[in-house]
C-alpha cells in the first residue's frame, strides 16, 4: 500500500509539472499576443493621427486663405506659433488654441 501511494504521488508530480509547462505557455502566448495588439493599436493611433492631422490642415488652409485679411490672420498664427519653439518661449498653448482655433503645432505643421 505505501508503494500505490509513491505512485500516485509521482502521477500527482507529473500532473502538475505537465499543468505548469502548458500555463507558462499560455501565458508566452499571452504576452506575445497582448504585445502584438499593442503595437497594431498603437500603429493604427499614429495613423489616425495623421490622417485628423491631414484634415485639420487642409481645413484651416482653406479656411485661412480666402481673402487678404484672412491670410495676414494665418500670419500671425505662424509668427506666434514660432514663440513656443524657442527657449523661455511661451507655454500656454491653451491661450493660443482659443485665439487661434489650432494648437501651435497644427499652426507649423501647416505652415511648415
Known sequence: MNLDLKQQI???NLHSIDILK???FLKEEFVADRLSWDQEVASLKDQLAAMELAHISQEARLRWRRSPNDIVFAADAEADATLY????????PEVFKHLYGLTPKAVRNISG
Open 85 to 92: 519653439d524657442i527657449p523661455q518661449g511661451r507655454n500656454d
Open 22 to 24: 502548458e500555463l507558462n
Open 10 to 12: 509521482c502521477i500527482c
